[in-house]
């Protein structure tokens, strides 16, 4: 018999680490030790550009102009 129980990860800071151990009781007795570890990573996100002017622009017509957005952040599974 196996059940399946969902664990979820919330860190509250950048760049932490955390572990958690606990002890399972099962109903016959058995105790099993269970370790969560958890890290959470600090990103790295730009824009192309800090502002857009999109100057004037008449009624019922549009203006489009290109922002870049670039996420260079690196994520491992190094603990």
Do not use: H
């Not at 058995?30 to 730009?46: D, E, I």
């Amino acid at each position: 018999m196996s059940l399946a129980v969902k664990v979820s990860y919330l860190p509250g800071f950048a760049d932490w680490k955390s572990i958690s151990n606990f002890s399972v009781k099962c109903e016959s007795g058995n105790q099993l030790p269970l370790s969560l570890r958890g890290a959470s990573r600090r990103f790295n996100v730009y824009f192309s550009a800090n502002s857009i002017n999109f100057g004037e622009v008449k009624l019922d017509t549009t203006s489009t102009r290109v922002l870049t957005i670039t996420n260079d952040s690196e994520l491992d599974t190094d603990f």
